[in-house]
């Protein structure tokens, strides 16, 4: 709150004894407004006989001060008083014409009714609107489908491999530091509390098997995909929506460009590409910030622990975790560049639709990864 | 305004001003008065600094060198909540609006108020709907969003932001630009109505030659990082070759027909 400046002198107004005429005074400013505007609405405007604005004494005026003048005239207006004169100092005449063809706004009236009928609406508008955007992501699916395959089957003209690699490198060698660090750090985590629980049963060399099968199956895919929903997923929904908020989706369709081919396609091959080999990597640290806890923690020297390790994994325990990898970046990418194409031409939408992206993309990348166990649970891998 | 303008007349007062980017070097040196009430056009190639002209004024980019004053403040060296009194006296129409997307328009035209004085709703929207008027537009674009509106209505959207808190100078940045003839026209209108209504000194960004001969009192054109103003009879007799050119070129002779050279 910033008080009114200095030099504006204070805003006043007095009704005389009989009520008959109405002195204002002072600066009628917008920074005096809201004392005047308490001040007049607490005045008994009641009484007989018509009543002179005298308002020649203003000092200042501007057109908020002008309203409320005006505003006093209608109040005074409606209790049945008639307003015979209105004195204003020359130069405030043009101001007050200005004003006074105001017309009130009408009071925004929600569409959403208030109470329970009101909770209501919305559930039911927010299932209409879930249903139409799994429709909607669905045909999207299909359209990406489609041109993927046609791709494939004409790699040399619809394929543009400069732009995969350098998805492959913003996805995936850009990302190695922070994957390679929350990778080792989990494995320090998992090694220390499974070293912990371990000890009471004297099977501290367990944790290497608890460890092995823990990142190689589950976490180093799970943390890999989710890190790359939160950094790939979002640049993906925030370049395209960008793109489209500066027109420059709308160019490229003018100009013939296939807005799936060139944007979509390579996102979703550079991902499809990236996201395995950083969960290779990020099961590599995650074991070695395992070894490197088991070593500390509990003395087992990093010949036991790989000799330990060989018996508790299988090649078949790294493939089940790498096989999840290609589905999950294809997921994250749709999504991401679904949600890109969705956005309206504001800048709020860019930030509500990038944090869409990256939710909806860790909300399916932990349903698809609860759907590979129980698949592989049912075949028995 | 005759003679020589007192202290008290110079709103905005600029004395060797420079500002560039990187090596390169926008405004050399540029001097620049403008007096309380007047409509000051400027005028000037494109990249030749008008808009960053604005920007230094509003205090937006720093000067290299010089001072720029504005209600005799030296901006640069107040701070804090003088400078919020100085900004509160000031406002600011950006070339698209720059209406905030996320707000109706009512809401828009209330944020400054909201920001800088305690007013109840009810005044707030009673006061919205007051500068919807002024400007021009129907009460019913209150609640509408910037995106529901057309490029001449979100103009005239943010001018009534700009004129929330009754600023008593005024900063347009290509007014009339992308707006079809008669919407400019009209919008040139709006500005010197309010002008004179409110008694506004309004600093206008301009290309527009029709704009410039309907609204403008003086005209500052830009030239090779100075400035040279003048009213458009006294410009045309500048022997610059690009004044020449923006004065008695095809459009700007079009544009002139009719007044006195």
């Known amino acids: 709150m910033i008080e009114a400046a200095s030099d504006a002198p204070e805003a006043w107004f007095t009704l005389d004894r009989d009520g008959g005429r109405l002195t204002l005074g002072g600066a009628w400013v917008t920074a005096h407004c809201a004392q005047l505007d308490k001040a007049l609405g607490g005045q008994d405007w009641n009484g007989r006989g018509d009543v002179a604005i005298d308002a020649s004494k203003l000092e200042r005026l501007d057109s908020a001060g002008a309203w409320l003048v005006l505003r006093t005239r209608k109040s005074l207006e409606a209790v049945g008083r008639k307003v015979s004169r209105l004195d204003l100092p020359e130069m405030y005449v043009p101001l007050l014409k200005a004003v006074e063809g105001a017309k009130p706004c009408e009071p925004y009236v929600s569409r959403i009714p208030p109470g329970f009928r009101g909770r209501l609406y919305r559930i039911g508008r927010a299932t209409v609107h879930a249903g139409r955007q799994g429709w909607s992501i669905l045909g999207y699916l299909g359209r990406v489908t489609v041109e993927a395959a046609e791709a494939l089957v004409r790699p040399a003209r619809n394929l543009r491999i400069p732009a995969i690699f350098h998805q492959v490198e913003e996805t995936g060698i850009n990302a190695l530091p922070i994957v390679g660090l929350l990778a080792f750090l989990i494995g320090i985590v998992l090694a220390y509390q499974g070293a912990d629980q371990l000890k009471r049963f004297g099977a501290e060399i367990f944790t290497i098997n608890l460890l092995g099968v823990g990142v190689l199956r589950e976490i180093g895919g799970l943390i890999t995909a989710i890190i790359v929903a939160g950094r790939s997923g979002s640049a993906f929904t925030a370049h395209i929506g960008t793109m489209r908020v500066n027109e420059e989706i709308d160019a490229m369709q003018t100009m013939g460009l296939n807005t799936v081919e060139t944007l979509v396609l390579p996102r979703i091959i550079g991902l499809v590409i990236a996201l395995p080999l950083l969960t290779f990597y990020s099961d590599v640290m995650g074991l070695l910030g395992g070894a490197f806890m088991c070593y500390f923690q509990l003395g087992i020297t990093i010949h036991v622990f790989l000799r330990q390790l060989q018996d508790a994994i299988t090649l078949n325990t790294l493939l089940v975790g790498l096989v999840k990898a290609p589905v999950f970046a294809f997921v994250i990418a749709l999504v991401g560049c679904y949600e890109g194409f969705q956005v309206e031409r504001n800048a709020a939408s860019v930030g509500l639709l990038t944090t869409r992206a990256v939710v909806e993309g860790i909300f399916l990348v932990i349903v698809l990864d609860a759907a590979f166990s129980v698949m592989f649970s049912v075949l028995g891998v | ?261």
């Open chain 2, 1 to 261: 305004m005759a003679g020589a303008p007192k202290q008290d007349d110079v709103v905005i007062c600029i004395r060797g001003l420079v500002t560039g980017f990187g090596r390169k070097t926008i405004h050399d040196h540029l001097d620049l008065d403008v007096r309380r009430g007047e409509v000051l056009g400027v005028v000037g190639g494109s990249g030749s600094g008008k808009s960053v002209l604005l920007r230094a004024i509003i205090g937006l980019i720093r000067p290299r060198e010089g001072t720029v004053k504005v209600f005799g403040q030296p901006l640069g060296e107040v701070e804090g909540g003088e400078m919020h009194r100085l900004e509160m006296r000031w406002g600011v129409l950006f070339q698209e609006g720059a209406l905030f997307s996320s707000q109706t328009v009512a809401e828009n035209i209330q944020v400054p108020l909201r920001e800088y004085t305690n007013m109840s709703q009810e005044l707030m929207d009673e006061i919205a709907a007051v500068k919807l008027s002024l400007v021009g537009l129907p009460p019913d674009a209150a609640h509408k969003y910037p995106s529901e509106l057309s490029g001449g209505m979100k103009k005239r959207a943010g001018l009534a932001r700009a004129l929330a808190l009754d600023p008593e100078l005024l900063f347009l940045d290509e007014p009339t630009s992308g707006l079809d003839p008669i919407s400019a026209d009209g919008f040139d209108a709006l500005i010197r109505q309010l002008q004179e209504s409110l008694g506004l000194t309004v600093f206008m960004v301009t290309h527009d030659i029709d704009s410039l001969r309907a609204v403008a009192d003086r005209i500052a054109v830009l030239v090779n990082g100075k400035i040279i103003t003048g009213t458009i009879a006294e410009l045309r007799k500048n022997p610059d070759p690009w004044i020449q050119e923006y004065f008695s070129g095809t459009r700007g002779r079009a544009a002139l027909e009719g007044t006195e050279a």
